[in-house]
């Protein structure tokens, strides 16, 4: 049966999507490369898909196809981002003086879609020194550990990586 919000050739490309994320994945988790592994592992990633699509489970937040090959290099960011604030929580841990200031403030969210936000969201919880509290509508509210994490926070820097993903579309 297919969503009625959406037309069978998005359908189709997030089915095709879904195998090939399921084949990758499954491919690297098993290692093997001989006939029988392969078909079985084919036969089991269809099966899946197949499911999903039954199930009518398959849709653009689920499985974002639509943020194309803008997410790997935002995934490359956040990990440099994520790099820096360790070694930056590191620092003020090991610091005898302990430099943590807590603070929670609030930001007003530019994300149009439930995606942005939960995205952003996951991006600020995952950059240690800094986590989600509460997420609504219009605002997020945010813990950091020092006064440079906030600053970073309101640069507004990573808002706008989370909103240059669904961008162009």
């Known amino acids: 049966m297919i969503n009625s919000n959406w037309g069978g050739a998005t359908l189709l490309r997030h089915s095709i ?3 090939f994320i399921l084949g ?3 491919l690297l988790l098993s290692g093997h490369m001989e006939a029988l592994p392969l ?3 084919a036969i089991s990633c269809t099966f899946v898909v197949y499911l999903t699509r039954r199930m009518d489970i398959i849709d653009g937040e689920s499985h974002p196809t639509h943020l194309g090959f ?4 935002y995934w490359a960011w956040l990990g440099w981002e994520i790099c820096k604030a360790n070694f ?3 620092c003020r841990i090991l610091d005898p003086k302990l430099p943590i200031e807590p603070r929670l403030f609030e930001l007003e969210l530019r994300q149009s879609s439930d995606l942005e936000k939960v995205i952003y969201a996951n991006s600020i919880t995952l950059t240690p020194g800094t986590i989600t509290t509460n997420i609504d509508k219009e605002h997020i509210q945010i813990h950091a550990l020092s006064v440079e994490a906030e600053r970073e926070m309101r640069s507004g820097k990573m808002a706008a990586k989370v909103a240059a993903l669904e961008t162009s579309q």
């Open 39 to 41: 078909i079985l592992g």
């Open 70 to 73: 803008r997410l790997p290099s």
């Open 17 to 19: 999507s879904l195998f």
């Open 24 to 26: 990758g994945t499954w």
């Open 88 to 90: 930056d929580v590191a």
